[in-house]
């Protein structure tokens, strides 16, 4: 059974960087699509990035200018990270970590089967 789980969130300042990380146990982490969603306050949950098995990615609409977010794994440790740059108010809510059976990426919330608790990020000064 594969568990997940999500750490490094926060309160930052606006205009600042944080990096989340995701822990995957219990299966082969090296074969599954890896994702993070968020859900801002009242909003429904949203696709932000995600890494296949074989590196391949894609972002969502969060990722604007091109380049705030940058998802990247590491195999051998069994985990994922979400680097986040420039981070605005509008980027507030709670981030989880999601794995999928999918062998490419996928930006389709009902591809993922397994999610973490989330980790809540505050962008605020």
């Known amino acids: 059974q594969v568990q997940v789980a999500e750490s490094g969130g926060g309160l930052v300042q606006p205009g600042t960087s944080l990096s989340l990380s995701c822990t995957l146990s219990?299966?082969?982490?090296?074969?599954?699509?890896v994702g993070w969603f968020r859900q801002p306050p009242g909003k429904e949950r949203e696709f932000v990035a995600a890494?296949?098995?074989?590196?391949?990615?894609?972002?969502g609409d969060a990722d604007f200018p091109k380049g705030r977010f940058t998802i990247s794994r590491d195999n051998a440790k069994n985990t994922a990270s979400l680097r986040m740059y420039d981070l605005k108010p509008e980027d507030t809510g709670i981030y989880y970590c999601?794995?999928?059976?999918?062998?490419?990426?996928?930006?389709?919330?009902?591809?993922?089967?397994?999610w973490g608790q989330g980790t809540q990020v505050t962008v605020s000064s």
């Open positions: 999601a794995a999928s059976g999918s062998s490419t990426v996928t930006r389709h919330l009902d591809e993922y089967t397994h």
């Open positions: 219990g299966e082969t982490f090296s074969t599954y699509t």
């Open positions: 890494m296949d098995s074989r590196g391949g990615t894609a972002t």
